[in-house]
């Protein structure tokens, strides 16, 4: 479900942790937005740190890390989500929902305090970093000039860059993003630039979906097939 529009699809996850312990959708489900929040909130350190040092992409790297620095506000913010919340089931159509809404809201809360968001984002960020040294590592078995930090600002840069368009899996934008900075700077060839963005997706994206494939393919023998009837409340 990584290669869903910004993840959504990730919400699978919920399903699968409610077929097994018979936890509640709505309060499973704000644990993939915080993972989304923590994902983002490594990524833009890791850019941010290299859009200062080579002084390319800070206004979209700020602006997209103040966006997440005001949700993490808000959603800490217990009098304004609560505002928002009861505004938002006056509209007709959440209006049965309310009582699951406030339910996904306490688990946001809880897990956006500050140790756990903390630890989240720590563990996230070592994880980013090994994705940001695998991209190092193609690219110096490709002969490319360049140091870690440039490698993990860019592939941090190109994979914020492909998020925020909602894209399945960022697919298209962040591989034009790769090849686009490594050509832009002269680093590398088209060709050798078009390679090492393949062998870093296929690595890092695709490898992870194949994982995913066969894991559901083994849950369903275990548990039975998943439906869409099966993800009501």
Same mark, same amino acid.
């Given at each position: 479900?990584?290669?869903?529009?910004?993840?959504? +699809? #990730?919400?699978?996850?919920?399903?699968?942790?409610?077929?097994?312990?018979?936890?509640?959708?709505?309060?499973?489900?704000? &644990? &993939?937005?915080?993972?989304?929040?923590?994902?983002?909130?490594?990524?833009?350190?890791?850019? @941010?740190? =290299?859009?200062?040092?080579?002084?390319? !992409?800070?206004?979209?790297? &700020?602006?997209? =890390?103040?966006?997440?620095?005001?949700?993490?506000?808000?959603?800490? *913010?217990?009098?304004?989500?609560?505002?928002?919340? $009861?505004?938002? !089931?006056?509209?007709?159509?959440?209006?049965?929902?309310? $009582?699951?809404?406030?339910?996904?809201? #306490?688990?946001?809360?809880?897990?956006?305090?500050?140790?756990?968001?903390?630890?989240?984002?720590? /563990?996230?960020?070592?994880?980013?970093?090994? #994705?940001?040294? +695998?991209?190092?590592?193609?690219?110096? *078995? /490709?002969?490319?000039?360049?140091?870690?930090?440039?490698?993990? /600002?860019?592939?941090?840069?190109?994979?914020?860059?492909?998020? &925020?368009?909602?894209?399945? !899996?960022?697919? +298209?934008?962040? %591989?034009? $993003?790769?090849?686009?900075?490594?050509?832009? *700077? %002269?680093?590398?060839?088209?060709?050798?630039?078009?390679? $090492?963005?393949?062998?870093?997706?296929?690595?890092?994206?695709?490898?992870?979906?194949?994982? +995913?494939?066969?894991?559901? @393919?083994?849950?369903?023998?275990?548990?039975?097939?998943?439906?869409?009837? *099966? /993800?009501? #409340?």
């Amino acid at each position: 479900m990584s290669v869903t529009p910004g993840k959504m +699809g #990730e919400l699978l996850k919920s399903y699968l942790v409610k077929q097994v312990s018979g936890e509640p959708i709505s309060k499973t489900a704000p &644990i &993939i937005l915080v993972e989304r929040i923590t994902d983002f909130i490594s990524l833009i350190l890791v850019a @941010l740190a =290299g859009a200062y040092i080579f002084d390319y !992409g800070r206004v979209v790297v &700020i602006v997209v =890390g103040l966006f997440f620095v005001l949700l993490v506000i808000i959603i800490s *913010n217990k009098s304004i989500s609560f505002k928002l919340i $009861s505004l938002v !089931g006056k509209i007709k159509i959440f209006k049965k929902f309310l $009582s699951n809404i406030y339910n996904a809201y #306490e688990s946001s809360y809880i897990l956006l305090k500050p140790k756990p968001l903390f630890l989240m984002s720590a /563990f996230s960020l070592t994880s980013w970093f090994f #994705e940001c040294l +695998g991209y190092y590592i193609i690219l110096i *078995n /490709f002969k490319v000039d360049v140091s870690i930090i440039w490698a993990s /600002f860019s592939y941090a840069f190109a994979t914020i860059v492909g998020a &925020i368009t909602m894209l399945p !899996g960022g697919l +298209g934008v962040t %591989e034009g $993003s790769l090849t686009f900075l490594l050509v832009e *700077n %002269e680093l590398a060839s088209i060709d050798v630039s078009v390679a $090492s963005t393949f062998l870093i997706r296929a690595a890092t994206l695709w490898f992870a979906v194949l994982v +995913g494939i066969i894991s559901v @393919l083994s849950y369903q023998k275990r548990f039975g097939k998943i439906t869409v009837d *099966n /993800f009501q #409340e």
